[in-house]
């Protein structure tokens, strides 16, 4: 008889265990999950910034709304420690490859000299050297504003398009600013570019590079016909000269210099950009953290339940050791120590668990939650601090349910 | 038989009242004197709620007196710290209890080692005096037993055997035998005199069994909380 008590009580004593770990688990699965998948986008979005050639951006309030960009360009070159000064305009086209119908395309007009040198190490791989698109400097075509220069009409298109729609180096490619194909012009494929990761799915997967003048003639954007602007870009990337890129003071001079020339456009350094990520990402940490708090002090509550449950079950034995002698402290130690390795156990089932979900969802998810859950980043130290802080904080459960068994009137419990 | 050896164990107006001053007010003691040689056999007798288990608990300090003064070797113990008391129980007492109280999960040599582990001995010590008290008691054999593998007779000398591992100067054993059949009762309470004279303990036994009260060599009585006869044999 005793032995089936006993055996039960083990039994339930066990599956108490099972529950408060599991729900130890759940609860540190939630901010695992969290954690590395947000720092990841943050992280990458970071090393983008981080990587880029270029130092600064000069943008206008409103899309397309850099006006007189090739002369812009050209008074910013002229400033001290400038590289290069790269306008780029990004407009939405219709490509008809093939003699198909019309696919959207994400096109970007850029000068072909000033576009190279912004490009960082990660992203100058992807794209032929020199650019094959002609004029390098864009200003046959542009003539001095008139447009009136003959059009070089080379394109180099995005390896995903050309994988896609089976568009060829030399293939010619309608494109037109409009779905009408009446109103297309034939360009020739001179190159093809690789698209680098986006965190965030595989927007402008289908892209094109054409001349700046090319693509605001094409669109409108040359004469004001559809902006408010002539000559229009929607930024200028300025990349400092070599020997300045590690010079913050250097950098912020230029950018006053740029902020002087143009004081109704915005004009940012990307470490500022990176500052103002890492600040967003922090306070996105906060709150992955306020979040799953919620379930972490749930997880703590049960854990300090089944603990005090344990205590009531076990307060005979507990009863039988304190007759004994064994020292009060010492039973505390017991009841706390048995929480600590209980949530260090959920704590590390949470981890695994996070980490299980995490590659589910980069192996099995779709677009852009598939493409954030493949950028997730398990940083160590932070899992061992989430586990540490869940240990510390089970300390308070142990403490609650120690309490508990240094109350037990020990002639009551041996009765 | 008595010891020149100390301690001697003194009640001098101990009284126990649970629940003061309120409504179910229960006055377990009333002003107890008692003075016990070492090395004395006693047996304490009396009907069900007279207050037997209670003045056990307080001359074992599992429990504090609401009055009244408890010593050992004339030291006043009943009015000390919690830890204090545990670090004299575990250092001079040796509780036996009616239903053996053995921790279900430990064997019955992990059960005797218990007290050992509170003073903090090694584990190889441990174990060799462990399984020496166990033989002792007639268990030589049954160490890795668990206790629902082991018959009454055998879990209360498991029990025997682990309160004599702190070597303790004092025995109180509350209805030791009240579980056990009669072949089992003698072959408890032989072992205990045998103990009692080798280590020349104080043994202080609770019983409501005449035949087992019979062994002891000075008998009290207690009724409603009072000590109302204290006879010792020649």
Redo the contacts between chains.
């Keep these: 008889m005793i032995g089936g008590r006993g055996n039960r009580r083990l039994r339930h004593a066990r599956l108490q265990a099972i529950l408060a770990v599991a729900a130890i688990a759940t609860a540190v699965a939630l901010p695992v999950v969290l954690l590395s998948v947000g720092g990841g986008v943050s992280s990458h979005e970071l090393a983008d910034l981080q990587n880029a050639g270029y130092q600064l951006v000069v943008s206008a309030a409103g899309l397309h709304g850099i006006s007189n960009a090739h002369a812009l360009s050209q008074r910013i070159l002229g400033l001290a420690s400038v590289a290069a000064a790269s306008p780029v305009l990004s407009v939405a086209i219709d490509a008809f490859p093939n003699g198909s119908g019309p696919t959207p395309v994400l096109a970007e007009g850029i000068i072909p000299g000033e576009f190279g040198p912004t490009l960082g190490p990660a992203e100058s791989g992807l794209f032929p050297s020199p650019l094959p698109l002609g004029d390098p400097t864009d200003r046959i075509h542009f003539d001095n504003g008139s447009y009136a220069g003959p059009a070089t009409y080379q394109v180099l298109v995005s390896s995903p398009f050309a994988q896609a729609l089976h568009v060829t180096t030399g293939d010619r490619l309608l494109l037109g600013a409009t779905a009408n194909a009446s109103g297309a012009v034939a360009y020739r494929v001179t190159g093809i570019f690789g698209v680098p990761p986006t965190a965030l799915g595989p927007t402008g997967a289908f892209a094109a590079l054409l001349p700046l003048s090319d693509l605001q003639v094409m669109t409108g954007y040359a004469d004001g016909s559809s902006a408010p602007v002539t000559d229009a870009a929607d930024t200028m990337e300025v990349a400092v000269v070599a020997s300045a890129t590690t010079q913050p003071g250097v950098i912020d001079s230029v950018r006053a210099q740029i902020q002087a020339l143009v004081p109704f456009y915005g004009v940012s350094a990307l470490s500022q950009e990176a500052e103002q990520l890492e600040s967003a990402s922090a306070v996105l940490t906060g709150f992955y953290l306020a979040l799953s708090s919620v379930g972490l002090t749930v997880g703590l509550v049960f854990l300090a339940l089944v603990l005090v449950r344990r205590v009531e079950t076990e307060r005979r034995s507990i009863g039988i050791r304190r007759a004994i002698g064994q020292p009060g402290r010492s039973i505390a130690a017991g009841v706390i120590g048995e929480g600590a390795v209980l949530a260090a156990s959920g704590a590390a089932a949470g981890v695994l668990v996070g980490y299980v979900i995490v590659e589910a969802i980069a192996t099995w998810a779709t677009s852009t939650v598939q493409e954030a859950a493949r950028l997730a980043l398990f940083v160590p130290l932070t899992l061992i601090e989430l586990t540490a802080g869940v240990i510390g904080l089970s300390l308070l459960a142990g403490g609650w349910a120690s309490r508990a068994a240094l109350r037990i009137d020990l002639a009551e419990a041996l009765r | 038989m008595t010891s020149s050896r100390a301690p001697g164990l003194e009640l001098v107006g101990v009284e126990r009242t649970y629940a003061p001053g309120e409504a179910d007010e229960v006055r377990a003691l009333r002003g107890v004197d008692l003075a016990v040689a070492p090395g004395e056999f006693v047996s304490l007798e009396g009907p069900s709620g007279c207050g037997k ?2 003045l056990l ?1 307080l001359i ?1 300090l ?2 504090a007196p609401t009055a009244g003064e408890v010593r050992w070797e004339g030291r006043s113990v009943g009015g000390r710290t ?2 204090e008391r ?6 001079g ?1 040796g ?1 036996i ?1 009616q239903r053996f ?1 053995l ?3 430990l064997t019955a040599r992990e059960n005797v080692e ?2 050992m ?2 003073l903090g001995l090694g584990r190889a010590l441990r174990q060799a005096r462990a399984s020496e008290l166990l033989s002792e008691v007639g268990l030589s054999g049954r160490e890795r037993s ?4 082991l018959s009454g007779g055998e879990e209360q000398r498991v029990a025997v055997a ?1 309160a004599l591992a ?1 070597q303790p100067r004092l025995l109180l054993a509350d209805e030791p035998t009240g579980e056990l059949d009669r072949v089992n009762t003698e072959g408890i309470l032989n072992l205990l005199e045998h103990v009692r004279r080798e280590r020349d303990a104080t043994l202080l036994l609770v019983t409501h069994n005449p035949s087992v009260a019979r062994r002891a060599r000075r008998h009290l009585t207690l009724e409603d909380g009072r000590i109302t006869s204290d006879v010792r044999e020649a």
């Design positions: 288990t209670t608990n074992g599992l429990d919690d830890r545990s670090r004299l129980r575990l250092e007492v509780f209890f109280y921790l279900p999960s218990l007290p582990r509170a668990y206790p629902h593998q682990r702190n």
